[in-house]
C-alpha cells in the first residue's frame, strides 16, 4: 500500500457536464475526507467520513456536490452541472483515528471546467 | 470563527540560509496543529504538535507549540533547494468532524 489514490488526476470538462473522482484511501483507515483547494489558497473542508457513514459536511458543499462511501472503503465526490467555478484541484485524504488525527492525503485531481 | 494566519505569506533566501516560519491560530477546542509540505502536489505531512514546548525534530526542521500565546514556528536550518515549496499550518479542533483548518501557506523559495 502506498497511500491515498486518487483518479483521475486531471479532468477537463465544459460547463454544465458532471464530473465523478474516485479516492482509495490507505488501508485500514477509518476517516476519509475531501478538501478542495484554489491557487495561492491552504485546502479547505468539504466533508468526511467514518467508514461508510458521512458525518459532517461544510457549507461549501453545494447541493451539486455529492460524496459517497458505500462500503467504507474507496470513495466518490461528484459534481453536477459543473461551473467554471468548480475548477480547483480535489483533495482526498484519509487518516486512522483513535486518540490523535494525521491526515494523509493523495495527489489530488485537478479539475479545470471550461 | 476558527481561522489559522501563516507569516511571513513568502520568503525568499539563499541555500544555508535558516528560516522560521509562523503560523498563530484561533480554534475552539483544540487538538493538535500540523504543518504540511505542499510543492506541486499534495501536502505530505511533516509534524504533529499537541504540548506546549516540545520541540519535533526531523533532520534540519524542527517545530514548537505555544498553546498559551496560539503559535507555532517551522525552523529549516541550512536550507537547501529542494526545501523550495509551500508550507502548510492546518489546525485540528475538537469539533464533530476533527477536521483541519489550513492556513493560505508560506511559499519559501531557496535560491542556489
Known amino acids: 500500500d502506498t497511500g491515498v489514490s486518487q483518479n483521475p488526476r486531471h479532468k477537463i470538462t465544459k460547463r454544465g457536464q458532471n464530473v465523478t473522482f474516485r479516492c482509495d484511501p490507505i488501508s485500514e483507515h477509518n476517516r476519509l475526507y475531501w478538501y478542495r483547494q484554489t491557487l495561492g489558497q491552504g485546502p479547505e473542508f468539504l466533508t468526511y467520513?467514518?467508514?461508510?457513514?458521512?458525518?459532517?459536511k461544510s457549507r461549501l458543499l453545494s447541493d451539486r456536490f455529492s460524496a459517497e462511501r458505500p462500503k467504507g472503503s474507496f470513495s466518490t465526490l461528484e459534481i453536477q452541472r459543473t461551473e467554471q467555478g468548480d475548477s480547483a484541484m480535489y483533495l482526498c485524504?484519509?487518516?486512522?483515528?483513535?486518540?490523535?488525527?494525521?491526515?494523509?492525503f493523495g495527489e489530488g485531481s485537478w479539475l479545470t471546467v471550461v | 470563527e476558527d481561522k489559522v494566519v501563516q507569516s511571513p505569506l513568502s520568503l525568499v533566501v539563499h541555500e544555508g540560509d535558516t528560516v522560521t516560519l509562523n503560523c498563530s491560530y484561533e480554534v475552539t477546542n483544540f487538538r493538535s496543529l500540523l504543518w504540511y509540505k505542499q510543492e506541486k502536489k499534495a501536502p505530505t505531512f511533516l509534524f504533529m504538535l499537541t504540548s506546549s514546548g516540545i520541540e519535533k525534530k526531523s533532520g534540519r526542521l524542527s517545530s514548537i507549540l505555544d498553546k498559551k500565546e496560539l503559535f507555532s514556528i517551522l525552523n529549516i536550518t541550512a536550507t537547501q533547494t529542494g526545501d523550495s515549496a509551500i508550507y502548510l499550518c492546518a489546525v485540528e479542533g475538537q469539533t464533530g468532524a476533527n477536521n483541519l483548518f489550513f492556513g493560505t501557506g508560506t511559499r519559501l523559495t531557496v535560491i542556489p
Open positions: 485524504a484519509s487518516s486512522f483515528f483513535v486518540s490523535g488525527n494525521t491526515i494523509y
Open positions: 467520513f467514518q467508514n461508510e457513514a458521512q458525518l459532517e
